[in-house]
């Protein structure tokens, strides 16, 4: 008997944080998973929670931001665990400041991972997905992408990721393939816990005052946003497309 076929997602910035729940929601959905990240032994205990769990995932240790890196990933990915059919642009960094004292590689490093890292992806997995008249990517944005202080860089970065977004879906549906981004709020995370140690607060006090002022009243889990591209990800999600999709327990951050 042959094996079920069986989708390959990539998710980008997996070793952790909201691309490890992704990864695993995806695997649980059905889909084979590549768990990418910087490092590929932080990568290989999400896969190894993936494959205990019953899925199918394969670690990748690459930097998206590095145009040879993202390429060689996506080609061992097609090789190793199949042609790619849906694509999360997850990984991320931040490097905050005040516009006088941010510096210029700040806002190239930001803009490395989230643009370029993004761009050098979508336009590697994507030959994949025209060819088989089927794909889906998701682009995590940022309420940020609205203005927040500090986040020159980030709030750029995340806003072009949604002209990013917008334009992917107009050259990309006619192949079977849909493009969205997701806005996260504030998530509970290894980045958010960063800010917090930043500004001098506890964990615990900087979540309790992020969730005061989110209408559900509570701040979010990764978990929260693996939910939404399992949505985009899924066959019925086929006339979605371009779409910049808000989780942010409210309608702003
Ligand atoms: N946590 C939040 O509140 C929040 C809110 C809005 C948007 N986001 C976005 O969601 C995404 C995930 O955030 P998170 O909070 O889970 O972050 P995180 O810092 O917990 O995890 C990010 C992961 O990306 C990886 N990464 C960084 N640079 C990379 C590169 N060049 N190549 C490959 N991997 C790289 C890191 O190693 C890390 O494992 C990011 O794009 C972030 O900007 C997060």
Redesign the pocket.
Known sequence: MTEPTRRTAIV????????AAVAERLAADGFAVAV????ES?ARRVADRVEAAGGRALAVG????DEAAAEAAVRRVADELGAPAVLVN?????RDNLLFRMSADDWDAVMG??LR?SFLMARAAQAYMTKAGWGRIVN?????ALGNRGQAN?AAA?AGLQGFTKTLALELGKFGVTVNAI?????E????AATAARVGMDFEEFKRAAAAQIPVART?R?EDIAAAVSFFAREEAGFVSGQVLYVAGGPKA
């Open positions: 980008t910035g997996a070793a952790r944080g909201i691309g990418l990240d910087l490092e932080a690459a930097d998206v931001s997850n990984a991320g960094i931040i991972v989230h890292g995590l944005s940022s309420t940020s980030y995340k806005a996260p709020g504030f998530i995370t290894e980045m958010t979010g990764p």
